[in-house]
């Protein structure tokens, strides 16, 4: 199960709906093995597609770094689909290499500024696609 604050929950939908018709994409960072996503980190679709997303390999780098430095690691990794339901595609799970991450995915393909929206989230290993309850809570 995702434990995430409303907080967290609302800016990861709002990032969604700002890069919207473009794919948004961005990282989660918690603590190393706490399972608790605190750390909000809105990435740039490198891609700058409706399709598709792609971290920069040099942002990607940097964050690495950065949350080691900072004993963090990434709880969420989310991304938008603006055109499909917010199920991992192929192109999803050739990219999903934590397997202890809670992959996010936001659709907007039904939404507009105040409407509508699905968001889910799934374990994703070794290919494996298990989608999980979302719990969301004012503070840890």
């Not at 991304?79 to 595609?89: D, G, K, L, N, Q």
């Amino acid at each position: 199960m995702l434990t995430i604050t409303q907080a967290l929950f609302d800016q990861i939908v709002a990032h969604a709906r700002e890069d919207h018709p473009d794919e948004a994409c961005g990282v989660v960072a918690g603590p190393a093995g706490s399972d608790r996503p605190e750390r909000f980190i809105p990435m740039l679709n490198a891609a700058r597609s409706p399709t598709f997303y792609e971290f920069d390999s040099q942002d990607l780098l940097k964050l690495y770094r950065e949350m080691d430095d900072r004993d963090e690691e990434p709880v969420i990794i989310y991304h938008s689909h603006t055109a499909t339901e917010a199920y991992p595609s192929r192109t999803d799970l050739s990219y999903a290499n934590e397997p202890g991450a809670h992959y996010v995915l936001v659709s907007t393909a039904d939404s507009d500024d105040a409407g509508p929206f699905q968001f889910r989230s799934y374990r994703i290993v070794e290919g494996q696609v298990t989608e999980e309850e979302i719990k969301v809570v004012e503070a840890y």
